[in-house]
């Protein structure tokens, strides 16, 4: 097992799912691992992939914290700030936060997507939306 980081990026359009398949598979190898991240969907990805990576390293004693930093890089030749997530393993305890507790306490179910909206969540519509479709 090395101490060494690994990096990840992902997108707007990153699978959830997958993204914590492959946190979960580099923190079981290394103590660290980052997610780097532009723009508000793609931090949306990271943290729910977080919150599924948990379920997954639950079950081998491990539990995971999060420092979010900001980073300067440079894209297509432009500069962008982008959001690192800086993710390390540490043994799981009594006192952890156990994720599927705090998942069942909402009302979460992991296995519904909404298009358009949260994973796991009804979209609701606002009174605007609603005026639309009666044809106001």
Not at 36 to 57: H, S
Not at 91 to 114: C, H, K, N
Request: proline residues 6%.
């Amino acid at each position: 097992m090395g101490g060494h980081s690994t990096n990840l990026k992902v997108s707007s359009r990153s699978a959830p799912h997958s993204v914590a398949g492959a946190l979960a598979g580099v923190l079981r190898d290394h103590t660290t691992c980052e997610i780097q991240v532009i723009g508000a969907g793609a931090l949306n990805q990271a943290v729910k992939a977080m919150a599924i990576a948990r379920t997954y390293l639950d079950k081998d004693g491990w539990d995971l914290t999060c420092v979010p930093v900001f980073a300067e890089v440079e894209i297509d030749g432009r500069p962008r700030t982008a959001i690192r997530l800086v993710i390390e393993r540490r043994p799981l305890t009594s006192s952890s936060i156990a994720p599927q507790a705090v998942v069942d306490d909402v009302g979460f179910d992991p296995e519904r997507e909404v298009p358009g909206g949260i994973f796991g969540a009804e979209r609701r519509t606002s009174p605007t939306e609603r005026d639309k479709g009666a044809g106001r």
